[in-house]
């Protein structure tokens, strides 16, 4: 199943609607036992969790299916949100304390997007130079790497390296039977799978998705046919800014701190998430983000962090080795490029 | 010489080291992403050579080389199975993987690290560093270079002309995986102590940057590019994150015009005043 067979047609659709009607059974079930209670209040935090990993691991499996480039930058588009943010809060924004953070975001989103845009501007477009060897597929990663340093030590400079508390006043519990559902975390759940369904109905059925989806097929090939391929790419930035910065502004809402190390993290299970679901495959990555925040909260409760770490790690090690193609991708994508 | 330029000094002996490890399997067309894991093996493997087994550094920096090498053998049968991305991905979940195992082993030292009694003076690291350098220019001299150099190249060509790839690849992650870990191993003796969290993903993002800055075309790549970013930074005198944005924007800059790397086979042509034959190739 290719990027573009993944996300054609409702079936998917069908399929995830009673895979969710599946798992809400299932931890209701799971509460209902006598001690379950705090084993399904973990299979929630981890649903959510997960959610963000969704939206960010939906921005690489997009970059990696369109253009084939592993986009080290998305991390820092993450950070770059909720940074920014709590800057313009702290020092920019003459607002009452209860709102700020909802005036803050979304300039802390379109911050994310722009930089998206200057990585394009100075990574991508010099994917097409031809040096006539094995690492010239290196050149937009290796600059993207560069990115990376520049972003998270400017972010380091001007708003300092500590953790700061971005403090939302939006508290609202749900209580469910013995389980307790944060409002914003399932809003935001629901949130980020809205606009993973809304990419995949932009790329099946809009004339731009047609278009991106044949540049992943062959760029040369949809040049000839008219696609103008240097206008398009952008599309595809634009689109993996806007997924960190929403991620980014959710991880606020939901754990309200920010670091500029925040993405590190996150980006590195959204790589997993991505790895595991299948590169290019938009399912898959929803797929694998649920499923790596559900190893990373029930292996931190059995097992206790770093031995999380290791089993995370050691399952993407085996799935690569093993099974390279992920649960939903095609074997085609990021094989012989960088 | 003041300790503060004897410090960077053998910061910069284990880059070059370091950077030749990586070097070696780039010359060989496989990106190692996972750097850091090796150096980390080295490391914590010297490191507990010597305070277990009270072996001394003459001994405990073979062995740590050897076992790193060994290791690199048994991760290169699955890691070459895949290529591109894949790759690139591979390896460094291997790194995370290592790393993790370290921090959960109480053995180890987990999170506190370890402390390395036996140390190993300046000198000896620049020794060892001159003879990494002239061991891997050796190294692309010979048959086995040339084999990695056309499988950098183009594998499928390489491999219709005879040259055993997978053999080649192997040998590639031996080497260059024990040369990571004789860097880790002198790292750890050096500085005297480990810790897992100085085994980031982030180190082994920069000794992969050095390597492809510096140009994987010729050994001097890893050379120039290992000196470049450890002395340069120093000189201008750039504090802090400052030297990060710097080394960030001459990154990108590179690639935007000079993507093969500092050294390539045509400027040492040109150097050499052999500019026809440049022209030629």
Redesign the interface.
Known sequence: MSAAAGVRGAHPLVVSAGVAVGCVAAIAGLAALPGGATLAQQVVSGLMLGGIYVAVAVAFTLT?GVL?F?N?TIPTMFMLTGMVAWGLARHGLPFTEAWHWALALPPGIVVAILASLVVER??FR?LK?R?G???????????S??????F???V??VLGSDAQSFPVRFRLDWQVGPLVVGLPQLASLLLSLAIVFWLSWLLARTRTGRALRSIAESPDTATLLGVEVTRIVPVVFLLSGLLCGVAGALFVVNYSDVSPFMG?HVG?KA??AM?LGG?GSIWGAIAGGLLVGLLETLGIHFF?G??A??VV??V??LA??LR?QGLFGGSRI????? | MSGYWSGILAILAINIIFAYGIFVTATAGQLNLGGAGFMAIGAYGAAMLGEQLGWTPALTVPAATLLTALVGIGIAFPVLRTRGVYMVLATFAFAQVVTGIILTQPALGGAMGLVVTEYVDLPVLLGVAAAVTIGVFWLTATRLGLAMRALHDDELVAVLMGVPARAVQVAGFAIGGGLAGLAGALYAHHFSFVEAQYFSPLLSIYVLLFVLIGGTQTAWGPLVGASFFTIVPELLRIGGSWRYVVFGVMIVAMMMFRPEGMVTRTLLARLMGRRRHADAG
Not at chain 1, 334 to 338: E, F, I, N, Q, V
């Open positions: 990696i084939n592993l080290f100075f990574t010099y130079t040096h060897d094995a690492t010239e597929h290196a050149i937009p990663l290796v600059s790497l560069g990115f990376l340093l520049i998270e030590h400017l380091l400079i590190d590195t790589i997993a790895v590169l206790g770093d031995a770490q290791v790690w050691t993407l090690l690569i080795v390279p990021g094989k012989g490029k960088l």
